[in-house]
Each structure stands twice: as structure tokens, then as C-alpha cells.
């Protein structure tokens, strides 16, 4: 599958047994990132260091709590939907 986004790298974060075959590392414009415990926690963490660097962020996500930690950081968030249409 091949998707044109906007963004110049896409950070997919995975965590418990989504890890299994797929190694963490780049690969083009995606950055694979396995998290060590709360895959949320992880995800907040890309976002805000990725803010911190002044980069624009987007967070794919339906999780409403999630939604609002990763906006606290300045993240915009985008729904599945969204990304289903991109990638379509």
C-alpha cells in the first residue's frame, strides 16, 4: 500500500504484539517507533518532541483523551476517517 500525504514523515507507533514482524527504524518517509509500555504514551511523547523542534504535527486518532493530550503539545489531530480517504 502506498499512501501521498502531506506530511514529510509519517511516525507509526506500535506497541504490544502489533510489534511482532515489523522492525523499528525508517523506511522512506515512515518512522516506525515501538513503544516500551503505553502506546499513547509513546505517541505523546513523538508529538511533543516533534513540537519542540518547531515541526507541524498531526496525530491520526479517535481516542478523545488522546486527542487532547496531544493538542496540549500543539499537535493538530485528524480522524481515521481522514487518513482512510487519503490512502484510498
Known amino acids: ?7 514529510a514523515v509519517v511516525v507509526l507507533v506500535l506497541e504490544g504484539a502489533a510489534k511482532g514482524g515489523v522492525r523499528a527504524g525508517r523506511d522512506a518517509h515512515v518512522r516506525t517507533v515501538h513503544a516500551k509500555a503505553s502506546g499513547d504514551d509513546a505517541i505523546v511523547a513523538e508529538a511533543a518532541a516533534a513540537s519542540t523542534r518547531g515541526e507541524r504535527v498531526s496525530v491520526v486518532t479517535a481516542d478523545r483523551i488522546l486527542m487532547g493530550r496531544v493538542e496540549h503539545h500543539g499537535a493538530t489531530v485528524l480522524s481515521p476517517t481522514w487518513l482512510l480517504a487519503e490512502i484510498g
Open 1 to 7: 500500500m502506498t499512501a501521498d500525504v502531506p506530511q
